[in-house]
T-cell receptor
Framework: DAGITQSPRHKVTETGTPVTLRCHQTENHRYMYWYRQDPGHGLRLIHYSYGVKDTDKGEVSDGYSVSRSKTEDFLLTLESATSSQTSVYFC???????????FGPGTRLTVT | AQSVTQLDSQVPVFEEAPVELRCNYSSSVSVYLFWYVQYPNQGLQLLLKYLSGSTLVKGINGFEAEFNKSQTSFHLRKPSVHISDTAEYFCAVTGSGNTGKLIFGQGTTLQVKP
């Protein structure tokens, strides 16, 4: 157990509203990642972080922003949610070996 | 660019039968390969990984995978499956020297029948 929590676990929101998802880790690992999971697409990387205030884009970053002001927290923000962002969002951390990732329980987001 | 293709979206199999889940990848650089499992309504759990060395990799729960560089494949196998192996399985790849970003395949649902 890598001590990863995500909040909220479920959220329903309306199109056009801002949404922030939180990923929290308890062990101060350097690398953190946000993925979305959609049927037929597996998981796709949205953004990742390699340290406090150090972030970079993944393959599906449009419409998302991230922030990491503390080692333990990595926030994902949808500035103006759209129906295409309905998905399950997973946070992951790397324990030091950057090739081994551990995943949180996920957040199911529905945009109506 | 790297990509991963899982050749079967669903694999039905009877309990105690052997199973193989197929994964092909494309990359112009050296790769590291992974298999993850996702049980219903849960996050992903690492089954096994190939970084270097022996091409036959053993993982948890009796699974193993073989890295074949010439065929660019990393197929997952288990000699005898159990009902509890019913889950979705993901193959993933990352290139050397980057920050561990993973490229996932589309997933294969393993359905073990009694």
């Amino acid at each position: 157990d890598a001590g990863i929590t995500q909040s909220p676990r479920h959220k329903v929101t309306e199109t056009g509203t801002p949404v922030t998802l939180r990923c929290h880790q308890t062990e101060n690992h350097r690398y953190m990642y946000w993925y979305r999971q959609d049927p037929g697409h597996g998981l796709r990387l949205i953004h990742y972080s390699y340290g406090v205030k150090d972030t970079d884009k993944g393959e599906v970053s449009d419409g998302y922003s991230v922030s990491r002001s503390k080692t333990e927290d990595f926030l994902l923000t949808l500035e103006s949610a759209t129906s295409s962002q309905t998905s399950v969002y997973f946070c992951a951390i790397s324990t030091g070996d950057p090739y081994e990732q551990y995943f949180g329980p996920g957040t199911r987001l529905t945009v109506t | 660019a790297q990509s991963v293709t899982q050749l079967d979206s669903q694999v039905p199999v009877f309990e105690e039968a052997p199973v193989e889940l197929r994964c092909n990848y494309s990359s112009s650089v050296s790769v590291y390969l992974f298999w993850y499992v996702q049980y219903p309504n849960q996050g992903l759990q690492l089954l096994l990984k190939y970084l270097s060395g022996s091409t036959l990799v053993k993982g948890i729960n009796g699974f193993e995978a073989e890295f074949n560089k010439s065929q660019t494949s990393f197929h997952l196998r288990k000699p005898s499956v159990h009902i509890s192996d019913t889950a979705e399985y993901f193959c993933a790849v990352t290139g050397s020297g980057n920050t561990g970003k993973l490229i996932f395949g589309q997933g294969t649902t393993l359905q073990v029948k009694p």
